[in-house]
């Protein structure tokens, strides 16, 4: 399952902000869409492309009408990302479209639950100490 492509489809979330009497427009992109393609590369860079030319941001999808078609501009990057910039009405919207292959992946582990001592313990005893930010070191890499 490591060796699988996705398809990654971010768009650019816009909000507006006002602070000291003057408006901000503060642009972020967020993953939208996360599709697993499988094994194959070419697969996922045609898959790709058809997301770029095809898929409707959110923004838009709440206000389209039944045979809506948008404009659409689609860039291809020389790294293989897609940026494309869709417009509707007065709405614009930009969505970036990238392939990725998975390399590493673990499910999550929770801690066991602290018996009735454990609790009283920490309580008295204050939270335990935070664990350490990562950090590179070198040669690090050598010891795995």
Known sequence: MTA???VLIEEDTRTTARAD???LKLHRWTLTGAHRIG???AKAI???EDA???HLPGILARHARPGDEPARHALLTQDGAWL???KQRHRECHIRVTTARLVHSREEREAPSKSLKEKFRSAMEGPAPA???WSWTE???DRT
């Open 4 to 6: 699988d492509w996705y």
């Open 139 to 141: 040669g690090k890499a």
């Open 52 to 54: 770029a030319l095809h």
């Open 21 to 23: 009497g003057t408006e």
């Open 131 to 133: 664990p350490k930010p």
């Open 46 to 48: 045609a898959a790709a």
């Open 39 to 41: 094994p194959n590369q």
């Open 84 to 86: 494309v910039l869709v």
